[in-house]
């Protein structure tokens, strides 16, 4: 079997050309992304798609500002939704039982593998696409800014838009650093650094390491990237918001 050269070769955008994103590719997209597996095929899941400069300007800053959602053309919003599911339970004479952290890992799959096929499809038809990263960081800020109603979360964040640079492409860990037949394999101390060798001499990490002071960068990522601050201030965030959306009792 040969692998399509695009898995291998694809590169995120975060530049992208002022040219808009029509409805009907959006929608597209997301009708042939909505083929993906999904829990009980019960497509526990929104999109919200953002492009009113107004309504981006408001978003924005719940991504802080990084520039690939300053300069997208679009912001999508993917969002684990069991408001619909549960209306329709309700209106069906039906009690749903959703009100649990089980049913919300249920939706958060479903968002996930949704919005992962959607990026699949946006590229392989000429599009780019940023994961955000930020969204569980400031979930209610994003959900006020989008309206949205309670049950509904929001997951990933996406720029979408068409690209404008050649997008540089990002080293991954060799795959005998998580593949594992039939047991995982526990590595050595010299095993796990050279396989992270990689990584860690990509110019751009090598530029972060000095730039910050640091010994490696595995300390850039421990106390400059992702402190435990940070972690426990926004886990304490996202998780006070799932429980008053009734997850978490």
């Known amino acids: ?20 994103v029509s409805d009907k590719i959006i929608s597209d997209i997301a009708e042939a992304a909505s083929h993906a597996p999904s829990t009980g095929n019960m497509q526990l899941y929104s999109l919200v798609v953002t492009r009113d400069k107004d309504n981006l300007a408001k978003l924005t800053p719940c991504h802080f500002n990084q520039p690939a959602s300053t300069n997208a053309p679009v912001i999508l ?42 990026v699949t499809i946006a590229e392989q038809n000429g599009l780019g696409c940023c994961y955000l990263g930020t969204t569980t960081y400031n979930a209610e800020e994003i959900a006020n800014a989008l309206d949205l109603p309670d049950r509904v979360i929001p ?34 101390d010299d095993i796990i650094n050279n396989l992270y060798k990689v990584i860690e001499e990509q110019p751009d990490n090598a530029r972060y390491i000095a730039e910050n002071d640091k010994d490696n960068l595995a300390q850039v990522f421990t106390d400059v990237r992702y402190p435990r ?18 997850f978490m009792k």
């Open 77 to 118: 919003t993917f969002c684990a939704d069991l408001n619909r599911f549960e209306h329709w339970c309700r209106i069906n004479d039906a009690k749903p039982g959703f009100e649990n952290l089980q049913s919300l890992m249920s939706a958060i799959l479903d968002v996930t593998i949704f919005a992962q096929q959607f």
């Open 155 to 188: 997951i990933i964040s996406l720029s979408l838009g068409y690209p404008d640079d050649d997008a540089t492409k990002t080293p991954r860990l060799p795959v005998d650093a998580f593949l594992h037949f039939e047991k995982y394999n526990r590595h050595s």
């Open 1 to 20: 079997m040969t692998i399509n050269p695009y898995y291998t070769e694809r590169r995120t955008v975060r530049v992208y050309k002022n040219c808009p």
């Open 229 to 246: 601050s940070n972690n426990e201030l926004f886990s304490d965030k996202f998780i006070d918001y799932i429980r008053r959306q009734q």
